[in-house]
């Protein structure tokens, strides 16, 4: 599928986006191998570029490339994710789960991003290929990508077989090959074997009458060459036969060994099962063995115009999803030439396609490992959020947020409020009517149970969104559940995913009054994430907002539209432009000698428009902080270009989630949070709301707490460096990681 175009300087966004409806496509089969060329550093293209789009008198000189690459900014942040695996100073168990985490994220990396880029070389196959604005073609930059995506899983074995593997043993914790374990972990093995594992097994040798099974997207298989020890046939064959085995995904991917007090001993269940190989294959020798696993394109392709639904479309593309056309295939770099050539040839990829391992295939399996070990003192300490607690005249929340409205800044703050919140009011027979938005939600959700209650007794409406990608199958079941509950289930606006976190209620209050309460917030509807990652929620009566709130809705269950969304900004609608004109209203006030700074916290930055208007903020005089988790295309720190711009990124124990943007606005500061990235999908391919947060209390919260913990850290934050590098924080002063403030003050402030 291929991604919009971002947008450039003098394309500012417009009022109302909405994107068209997409034709089917196929997913690739693959392209051009890339060239061993590196690309030329030169880039005249993007120099003209910058020339010609630029109404003003010459500047400085400054690199030729404004924006950095998206793909490989990602990369450097999966990257940042791996140094906390090879960090020493964090606890042993919780670097093997950073590790699972970089295998993660390279995994949908793959069969999305990687996966788009070969899809849209394939389309341009026949054509010239056109270089983008930093002057490389497609193909260039596959060229440029490949070689990063090598390298990076070369780090990651490396962390795990000279770093991780050694430290785990020396702590008595072992993942065991078949000849190392002794005769009672064996005979464990194999009772597990013979009772659970085989009866799941399907081996299949490859022939005229047994095609090449389908492999599923990222299942674990076992390749096999083998040798007949049969008398010849009529028609001989020629060469080694081709077998395969498929490892059931219903089983653990580790399986624990019987060992000593203290030890932990595993061998992981691909191993076990080729130990046994001989036995499911009887006539034949196995000559060799190997693991392998392919990863295919994921992205989904819909047909709007003649599906039935939305609903069943995502559900038919779900099931394409799994047989999509191979992107990757990893395999164990003991496996011989001939298995390696034989499964890429098959799966039709290209030598830079297979990526040969040390180590076993799929670090994803790690993730695992910790809540198999009882050992606290390899892990983080626990941790529990601060209970907000109500003032001694309010008998609830709603009774506290008539008078104020209360900021949460999980997971230091615990996330039980905003489920109290929900719950409260499906219990409450004085709220008459509940709204909520849903993106992704756990699979024990209290807040799903809240919502299927209250629709017995309520007006409950709940807006889905089905396309939140690898989630999809999940909230295909909430949204049918819902409605068989009696929920009004809406899937929001065709082409556009659901992404703002919103929640009204309307309630009778004991007066007789009929007022709205409202959560908005910046993570998804999930209690379990909620523990892993910071974010900001804030529960709200003001009648401004949750009238606003209201309006949203209706735009999204019946697409009908109001010229303003005041005080909320509303993507695709009003928060674009409403970004650009908060920039340029610092830079007007730096011009006229008036306090200008903005410090706006993000999980990525790819926006053009919006990049453009910070370099032009920066040349008038703005400071401007950035605090970017993920990706950033901006160039930080450049003469006459972004030299008043600093960009950093917090990668530590919670996923930095939450966004803040706060504008000095010439002495009179406003802070905005919200569920919106500054990047082309968000600002015009969802629906998004960023709110602002009005209460001084509250807002000099996020501004002295929250935002100036981020911005003095200097033990987990890197500073991005004009040649697009990440270098740590200098530690000037004493050592100070920012997360751990934040639950230290939540400890003393219990």
């Known amino acids: 599928m291929s991604e919009k175009k971002p947008s450039t300087a003098k394309s500012s966004h417009a009022g109302k986006t909405v994107p068209g409806k997409q034709a089917a496509q196929k997913p690739a089969v693959n392209a051009r191998k890339p060239t061993a060329k590196k690309p030329s550093a030169k880039n005249p293209t993007a120099k003209k570029a910058a020339k010609s789009s630029a109404k003003k008198p010459a500047i400085a000189p400054f690199p030729e490339e404004r924006f950095f690459d998206r793909d490989e900014s990602w990369m450097l942040f999966n990257q940042r994710v791996l140094e906390e695996a090879e960090d020493e100073g964090n606890p042993l168990l919780e670097r093997v789960k950073f590790l699972a985490i970089t295998a993660s994220n390279l995994d949908e990396f793959v069969e999305i991003r990687v996966a788009s880029l070969l899809q849209r070389i394939e389309d341009e196959y026949d054509q010239p290929q056109r270089a983008d604005e930093s002057g490389l073609t497609l193909q260039q930059r596959l060229d440029r990508l490949s070689v990063v995506l090598h390298n990076f899983v070369d780090a990651q074995y490396a962390c795990w077989s000279r770093k991780l593997r050694p430290a785990l043993a020396a702590e008595n914790i072992r993942i065991l090959d078949w000849k190392q374990l002794d005769e009672r972990a064996r005979a464990y093995a194999l009772s597990f074997y013979e009772t659970e594992v085989d009866p799941l097994l399907t081996p299949v040798t490859i022939d005229p009458s047994h095609p090449f099974p389908r492999v599923l997207n990222k299942a674990l298989c076992i390749a096999l060459l083998l040798h007949s020890k049969r008398k010849a046939r009529s028609v001989p064959r020629p060469g080694a036969a081709l077998g395969v085995v498929t490892v059931p995904r219903a089983l653990p991917r580790m399986v624990q060994l019987p060992s000593g007090e203290g030890r932990f001993d595993f061998i992981l269940l691909h191993k076990l099962i080729e130990s046994q190989v001989e036995c499911m294959f009887r006539g034949y020798q196995v000559m060799s063995r ?92 626990e941790f529990h959020g601060r209970h ?47 709204k909520q938005t849903l993106y992704r939600t756990s699979a024990d959700s209290p807040l799903f149970k809240a919502l299927t209650e209250a629709a017995q007794s309520k007006e409950v409406t709940v807006v889905v969104e089905l396309m939140a990608r690898f989630d999809e199958a999940s909230n295909i079941r909430w949204a049918r559940e819902m409605e068989d509950a009696g929920v009004g289930v809406f899937l929001g606006i065709l082409g556009l995913k659901t992404h703002c976190k919103l929640a009204l209620m309307v309630r009778r209050d004991p007066d007789g009054a009929i007022r709205r309460y409202a959560h908005l917030g910046t993570g998804n509807y999930n209690s379990v994430t909620a523990r892993l990652y910071t974010d900001i929620s804030l529960l709200t009566a003001r009648p401004e907002i949750t009238s606003a709130i209201q309006s949203v809705f209706r735009y999204l269950t019946a697409e009908s539209d109001v010229e303003s969304y005041a005080p909320l900004l509303v993507a695709p609608l009003t928060l674009a432009p409403a970004i650009l004109e908060l920039i340029a209203r610092e830079t007007a006030h730096a011009k006229a000698g008036r306090a200008a700074a903005i410090v706006a916290k993000m999980n990525a930055l790819l926006d053009h428009a919006t990049i453009e208007a910070l370099y032009e903020a920066s040349n008038a005089g703005v400071e401007i902080d950035l605090i970017v988790r993920g990706m950033c295309s901006l160039r930080p720190g450049v003469k006459g270009l972004s030299e008043r711009i600093r960009v950093r990124s917090i990668v530590g124990r919670f996923l930095e989630h939450s966004r803040i943007f706060s504008f000095a606005n010439g002495g009179q500061p406003e802070v905005f949070c919200g569920s919106a990235d500054w990047m082309p999908r968000n600002l015009v391919e969802r629906s998004e709301a960023v709110f602002p947060v009005d209460d001084p209390a509250l807002a000099a919260r996020l501004l002295n707490e929250i935002l ?43």
């Open 290 to 381: 190997a693991a392998f696993r392919v990863t295919r394109n994921s992205n989904l392709y819909l047909q709007e115009e003649e599906s039935r639904s939305v609903l069943e479309s995502v559900r038919e593309e779900l099931y394409n999803r799994r047989k999509g056309d191979a992107v990757r295939m990893e395999i164990e770099s003991a496996a011989s030439p001939e298995i390696v050539e034989r499964l890429r040839t098959n799966f039709e990829l290209d030598p830079w396609q297979v990526f040969q391992t040390d180590a076993p295939v799929n670090l994803t399996r790690l993730m695992t490992l910790p809540g198999l070990v009882r050992r606290p003192d390899l892990k983080y300490t």
């Open 708 to 750: 100036a913990a981020y911005l003095a850290d200097n033990t987990k934050a890197r500073l991005l460096q004009p040649d697009g590098s990440y270098k740590r924080a200098p530690q000037l002063g004493p050592a100070f990681n920012a997360q751990e403030h934040l639950m230290q003050l939540t400890q003393r402030t219990q």
């Open 388 to 434: 907000t607690h109500l003032s001694p005249k309010s008998k609830n929340l709603f009774d506290e947020l008539r008078t104020r409205d209360i900021l949460l800044h999980h997971p230091f703050d615990s996330y039980a409020t905003v489920e109290e919140f929900i719950e409260s009011a499906a219990e409450d027979p004085a709220v008459v009517s509940m």
